[in-house]
Nanobody, 124 residues
Framework: QVQLIESGGGLVQAGGSLRLSCAAS????????MGWFRQAPGKEREFVAA????????YNADSVKGRFTISRDNAKNNVYLQMDDLKPEDTGVYYC?????????????????WGQGTQVTVSS
């Protein structure tokens, strides 16, 4: 059974930083792409960032480019999202997603496994 467990969310002031972590288990982590998505209240889930199985390729939504960095540690079965210069519009529930292939993607349909989410709240 595949499990993805996020941690690291919380309340932060605008301009601050948070680091989200996602611990994966239940399948061979190192051969699959991983992604982060988020969902704000009253809005649809949206893509944030993705990373290929080998960490060579990363992808970011335009709204977070230059502020968020995705990374992974295949030895620890973890993926991370470093979020800097946070803005109130970054508020939402952040979900870790496990890819169906090794290539990263911004499409939610390319991910077959999802965590339960962690809340990020950015105050102005």
């Amino acid at each position: 059974q595949v499990q993805l467990i996020e941690s690291g969310g919380g309340l932060v002031q605008a301009g601050g930083s948070l680091r989200l972590s996602c611990a994966a288990s239940g399948r061979t982590f190192s051969i699959y792409a991983m992604g982060w998505f988020r969902q704000a209240p009253g809005k649809e889930r949206e893509f944030v960032a993705a990373i290929s199985w080998d960490a060579i390729s990363t992808y970011n939504a335009d709204s977070v480019k230059g502020r968020f960095t995705i990374s992974r540690d295949n030895a620890k079965n973890n993926v991370y999202l470093q979020m800097d210069d946070l803005k109130p519009e970054d508020t939402g529930v952040y979900y870790c997603a496990g890819g169906r292939t090794g290539r990263g993607s911004g499409a939610a349909t390319e991910y077959g496994y999802w965590g339960q989410g962690t809340q990020v709240t950015v105050s102005s």
